[in-house]
């Protein structure tokens, strides 16, 4: 089963997913990113961050969601990977919560779709159902 840890809460497209505070290095407000020609269709581009080159991710892409309005005011959640950082891009970030061990469940058989398959497990939250997000999976460009 998972353990729980404190979580960075974030939201693509309405969905609420959680990331282990941990891994997260920062948090970004909206940034330009500098677009990957022939890169696959799930990098936003690169983001500058004070001097180090980073890829930025974009979470709607990843998941098979549509994208963000043009004027939307999207966030990077720069998470800590072997490899280096990498930025997440997010409609939102929310709060820091501390699941407790009864709240976390596995991931239900009804859920399908790219969601599923970047999930760990769900925690039971009072504003709705939280995905705790795979890091790693969600990051893995082979196959994209």
Known sequence: MIEPHSLVTFKVDGLRFGIDVARVQEVLRATTNTRVPLAPQVIGGLVNLRGEIVVALDMRRRLGLPDAARDAQRMNLVVRTPEGP??????????????????????????????????????????????????????DMRGS
Request: proline share 7%; no cysteine.
């Open 86 to 139: 990498i930025s997440l891009i997010v409609d939102e970030i929310g709060e820091v919560m501390e699941p407790t061990e009864d709240q976390l469940e596995r991931i239900p058989d009804t859920l399908r779709g790219p969601v599923r398959q970047y999930a760990d497990g769900v925690v039971k939250a009072s504003g709705g159902p939280l995905l705790i997000l795979n890091v790693e999976r969600a990051i």
